[in-house]
């Protein structure tokens, strides 16, 4: 999932910052550095130390399909109550990801919907409407 670049003074890899690049290639370097620090943290379970790096991931770029795929992944498996409320969160940012791109985005939320219409027994379909329009208010 790391990009790597083949200029090897300013690397992504490399785990350091780079010395004089354009505030763009800074932005990469952090969002790089953030989303391994996500997946570092996420293999070791620390799940609110990776949503934060996640979410500075995507304060930088907010359509960072991969940020949003682990949010989301976060929000279905890490989160110790598995409410209703929390379920949504997870089809929020699933939707996104497979808004953005993401190959695993659609099965995660076929299976987060899944979940919910067994909890709720609302059909997927009104499920996801449900989600869309709550994220529409909150963007509105």
Partial sequence: MSKSHNNSSNSVT?????ESTASGDVEKYNIEKYY?????????????????ALVKVLEIDGYHANAQYR?????????????HDVLKEAVKWYTSSAANGHKKADKALARVL?????KTGLVAASVTNIATVSAYKKNV
């Fill in 114 to 118: 899944d979940k919910i219409s067994k």
């Fill in 14 to 18: 490399d785990n350091k910052k780079p």
């Fill in 71 to 83: 949010m989301g992944f976060i929000y279905e498996f890490c989160v110790k109550r598995t409410s």
């Fill in 36 to 52: 391994q620090d996500a997946e570092r943290y996420i293999k070791s379970s620390k799940y609110a130390d990776a949503a934060k």
